[in-house]
């Protein structure tokens, strides 16, 4: 075998232990399969006396992970602890800098850095990859940059975070509200403590940024992605969606359009006979289209520590390989600005729930909102009568423009028979 690939590790937390039991474990299968073995030359983490259950005690230690980025013996950083910027932004331009490849699970520092640094990598001559920065295990940005690199990506979408992806599962399950089925994740570690990144979409929109760039070759434009979480998904709409033959899933689309890149994230309906309806708990799921092969679908866990490990050890075996595919599947040097579509200019069919007072007239004054804005309605449920009370009633319309959605809500919620600010999810027809 041919001299070691020797690697510095930034972050010994969740991914970066699971990092290290894996190269520990299957070492000698990675060896073989690289022709050289992988050997960690050193490490750098916060607490150097917390047991991580993996030996360190061949690695040399850094209190400071930027100064091993620059420093340290090793052709490859890893970098595996997290946030847009501060130290690890720190840490992968200093290994640039120095000449090491990268590999990360970031993808916040992707999302927000990502043009940035592929150039700089670029310029420097070595690889920066980020499998496990987008749905874990599952190796779609090898797919997309590799396997489909033959064909023009029209389209994708995917479930990109587990957190929603379980909470929105166990509220059909079992019936409960958000806020209940959220504590008890917090509870099982599911979710963090401060839940805003995945349950306000801004997780699932990183990782959409950064498959946009590769699908479509072009800069990566997290400010151009359309967010919404599912703080506001109730459990009524999820047994609604159940009647109207629908699941609810956040989603992460994009689409080529004729106004630009669409890049959107938020809670769909979609219909119960599409693959991705039957995705649950933590699992992710991506559907790609290209124009030659058509629709091709990828599923598995998306975090955790196995399936993580998982991505950035293919990432380091690539390195050992001498393989090196441009960043964004493009050399970053041609990688294009283009224009993001405007989401008021978005059409489609949406879902309305508003919570009303049960008197008469209620419904031809909302019916008359959704006409002068020229919303045209394709189907009203009421279920519980309560006269006098407060009631929930569903519509769901045609293809409309998002703005007239919007201007036909603003006008409904300003009714005072109309309780609560409605409720809006769209309904996605996915392309099978
Ligand atoms: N967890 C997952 O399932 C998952 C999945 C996909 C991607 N990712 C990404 O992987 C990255 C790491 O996530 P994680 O879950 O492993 O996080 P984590 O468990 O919180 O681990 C973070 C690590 O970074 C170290 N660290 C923090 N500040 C540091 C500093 N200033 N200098 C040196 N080390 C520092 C911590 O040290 P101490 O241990 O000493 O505190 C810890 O070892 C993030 O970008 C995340 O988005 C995670």
């Known amino acids: 075998m041919s ?13 970066g232990a699971g990092v290290l039991r894996l190269l520990w474990e299957n070492g000698d299968l990675v060896a073989r399969r690289c022709g050289r073995p992988i050997h960690v030359t050193a490490v750098s983490a916060r607490a150097r006396d917390r047991d991580r259950g993996v030996d360190l005690s061949k690695a040399r230690w850094f209190g400071d992970a930027a100064a091993m980025a620059r420093d340290a013996d090793a052709d490859v950083v890893v970098e595996l602890i997290g946030g847009a910027d501060g130290v690890a932004k720190s840490v992968c331009e200093a290994a640039i800098a120095a000449g090491r490849h990268v590999v990360t699970a970031n993808k916040a520092l992707l999302a927000h850095h990502g043009t940035a640094l592929a150039r700089a990598a670029e310029a420097a001559g ?20 590799e396997g489909l690199a ?14 929603c992806n379980y909470i929105l599962t166990q509220m059909r399950e079992t019936g409960r509200e958000f806020a209940d089925v959220l504590a008890e994740a917090q509870a099982l570690g599911y979710a963090e403590a401060d839940p805003g990144f995945d349950v306000d979409g801004v997780d699932a929109a990183h990782k959409l940024s950064i498959l946009t760039s590769v699908a479509f070759g072009c800069e990566v434009d997290f400010a151009g992605v359309h967010i919404e979480g599912i703080r506001h998904v109730s459990a009524q709409d999820i047994r609604f969606a159940d009647e109207l033959g629908y699941r609810i899933k956040l989603l992460a689309i994009a689409r080529r359009t004729e106004r630009g890149i669409e890049q959107r994230v938020h809670p769909c309906m979609v219909d119960l006979d599409s693959p991705i309806a039957h995705v649950d708990g933590v699992f992710n799921a991506i559907v790609a289209h290209g124009d030659f092969v058509g629709s091709t679908v990828y599923e ?11 991505a950035v050890a ?12 441009p960043t964004f599947a493009v050399p970053a040097a041609s990688l294009r600005r283009l224009p993001s579509a405007p989401m008021d200019r978005h059409v489609g069919a949406y879902y309305i729930r508003l919570m009303v007072v049960d008197r008469p007239g209620v419904f031809a004054d909302i019916a008359a909102g959704l006409r002068d804005a020229q919303v045209s309605m394709e189907s009203i449920l009421q279920r519980v009568r309560a006269p006098g009370g407060p009631v929930p009633v569903v519509m769901t319309t045609h293809d409309v423009e998002e703005s007239a959605m919007r201007n036909a809500l603003d006008r409904i919620r300003s009714f005072d028979a109309v309780l609560e600010p409605p409720t809006l999810i769209r309904i996605e ?4």
């Open 150 to 163: 033959g064909n023009r990506v029209s389209s994708l979408y995917g479930i990109l975070n587990g957190t």
């Open 300 to 310: 598995g866990r998306g975090a955790g520590a196995g399936p993580t490990a998982s």
């Open 429 to 432: 027809p996915l392309a099978k």
């Open 314 to 325: 293919a990432d380091i075996v690539d390195i050992a390989r001498g393989t090196r595919i």
């Open 126 to 145: 070595v690889s920066l990859a980020y499998e496990a920065a987008v749905a874990g295990g599952i190796p779609i940005v090898k797919a997309l940059r």
């Open 3 to 15: 001299h070691p690939l020797k690697i510095a590790i930034a972050g010994l937390g969740t991914v």
